[in-house]
Nanobody
């Protein structure tokens, strides 16, 4: 059974940094699409960044480019989201999501394509 466990959320002032972690278990290989989504109450969940763990390819939402960085530790089956220069508008509940990667499909930002989700971790950025 696949399980995603997030950690690392918290409260910071604008301009600060946080690192989120997502530990995945239950996958039989390392070919996955891993993604971070975020959601603010009353708004739709939006994709922030996706990672193809097989190719290392990434894609970032425009508003976080240059500030957020996704990385992976294959030995720990963990992905990280380093968030720098945080802004109040980054405040949200952040979710880790994953699915098995199938070549030649890409990894996208569609909520519907992800099968496994973490419980969410809150990020609050004060001005």
């Amino acid at each position: 059974q696949v399980q995603l466990v997030e950690s690392g959320g918290g409260s910071v002032e604008a301009g600060g940094s946080l690192r989120l972690s997502c530990a995945a278990s239950g996958y039989t290989d390392n070919s996955r699409c891993m993604a971070w989504f975020r959601q603010v109450p009353g708004k739709e969940r939006e994709g922030v960044v996706v990672l193809n763990t097989r190719t290392g390819g990434t894609s970032y939402r425009g508003s976080v480019k240059g500030r957020f960085t996704i990385s992976q530790d294959n030995a720990k089956s963990t992905v990280y989201l380093q968030m720098n220069s945080l802004k109040p508008e980054d405040t949200a509940l952040y979710y880790c999501a994953a699915r098995q990667y199938r070549w030649p499909e890409g990894c996208g930002f569609s909520i519907a394509e992800y099968v496994n989700w973490g419980q969410g971790t809150q990020v609050t950025v004060s001005s």
